[in-house]
Each structure stands twice: as C-alpha cells, then as structure tokens.
C-alpha cells in the first residue's frame, strides 16, 4: 500500500482547470476486495460527502466511486458473491480515497495491480467498456497513476457545486407613529378604537 500517496494533480493528463486549488484534507477506507466493498464504497462516499456538506455531490460520486471499485476488484479480487474460504486465502484489498480541496472533490481508488486502464470506445450494443467513459462524462479530469509504493491508482476530480452567497437580509426598522410607541395604554386605546382585543 503506497505509504506516501502524492497530491492528485501530479502526473495529470490535463492542467487543472484551477491552478490555485489547494488539497485541504483526504479520508480513506481500506476494503477487502470482494463485490461487496462496491456498496459498502458508494456508502462510505454517501457519508463523507454529506459530511463535508457536499450532498449535492453525491450521486455523481457514488457513480465514480462504484465504476473505479468495480474495476479494482475485477483487477485484483475475488469476483464470487458467496466465495468459500480457500479462495479467500491472499485476498487483495482496494483503497478509496476522498480528497477535499478547495473546489473539487477527488475519488480515488488504488488496486496493487500495476497495469493502467485504458477507456474503451465501447459500441452501442457492447455488453462492457462503458465504466471508465461513464467517469470521463463526470469529472473533469480522471486520471491513472503508478503508485509509489506498487498498484496504481485512478481518480476523478468532480467539481464543487458554486454557492453564491446572499446578501445579508437587514432587519427592517418599524416606523410607527411616536405617539404609538410602547405598550403603554394607548395602544389599548386604538385597539379599542378598531374593535379589536382590549387585552394586549
Ligand atoms: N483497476 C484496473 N486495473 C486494471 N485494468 C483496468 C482497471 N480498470 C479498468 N481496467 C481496464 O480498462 C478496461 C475498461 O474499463 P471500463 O470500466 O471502461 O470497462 P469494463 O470494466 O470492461 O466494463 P463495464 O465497466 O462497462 O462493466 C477494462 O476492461 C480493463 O481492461
Ligand atoms: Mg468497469
């Protein structure tokens, strides 16, 4: 497992769209690789991402995470859905990793399998080959790299939704008459007057 994992945007394809763009924090979740780690994936992104107030992200990065996870197991896992012990002797794990930076969300997922996939142009009627074009349509970057310590990882970079933030709203002043002002009796006496409760 790479010990010291660089900062995504090294050995990109493409410049990052935001130069400036800082790596603020990263969470990972290291998991057995079986088909099962593809949910328990979409859930640990579902979470963080709600977490980082980032909901809006979600779906999208539960597509990317469950693509990359998908292909890491097929990679370098046990594909059974029920698998008896002796195959699970030497299991491999996968590793996800959230990066948070100043603008983007980065999904990124390590096999120890150091061959780097290639996107397929799949045909319309092909059974596969859609996974890593369905990351490519996502993100605005993806990316596969040799890790330091051995395997590879691919990643995509999903930008943060803009908020624009709102003017402040300024509490309106009340303008009332001067004689109003208070609760005194007076207002008693113009409720009075209304035909309103007496008992203010
Ligand atoms: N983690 C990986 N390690 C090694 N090879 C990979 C990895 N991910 C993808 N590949 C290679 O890249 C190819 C394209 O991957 P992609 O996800 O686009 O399609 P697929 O997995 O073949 O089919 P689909 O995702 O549509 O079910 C794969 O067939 C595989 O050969
Ligand atoms: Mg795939």
């Avoid at 935001?18 to 990972?28: A, G, I, K, V």
């Avoid at 991402?49 to 896992?77: F, Q, R, Y």
């Avoid at 390590?110 to 996974?131: F, K, N, T």
């Amino acid at each position: 497992m790479p010990s010291a994992w660089r900062p995504y945007p090294e050995a990109t394809a493409a410049p990052s769209p935001n130069p400036t763009d800082q790596l603020r924090f990263s969470t990972t979740l290291t998991l057995a690789a079986v088909p099962t780690a593809v949910g328990a994936a979409r859930r640990y992104v579902r979470h963080e991402l709600t977490s980082a107030n980032l909901a809006a992200l979600v779906d999208d990065a539960e597509l990317v995470a469950s693509e990359l996870v998908t292909n890491a197991i097929i990679a370098t896992g046990v594909m059974a859905t029920e698998p008896k012990w002796p195959e699970l002797e030497g299991l491999a794990v996968v590793r996800i990793r959230l990066g948070f930076s100043t603008s983007s969300v980065f999904i990124e997922v390590w096999d120890h399998d150091s061959e780097l996939p290639v996107q397929q142009q799949s045909g319309e009627y092909a059974e596969g080959g859609r996974g890593l074009a369905i990351v490519a349509s996502l993100c605005t970057r993806w990316n596969a790299q040799p890790a330091q310590d051995g395997g590879k990882a691919v990643w995509g970079e999903l930008p943060k939704p803009v908020t624009q933030e709102l003017p402040r709203r300024v509490p309106k002043r009340r303008h009332e008459p001067t004689g109003l002002r208070g609760t005194g009796p007076s207002n008693r006496v113009v409720d009075a007057a209304r035909g309103g409760d007496t008992h203010a």
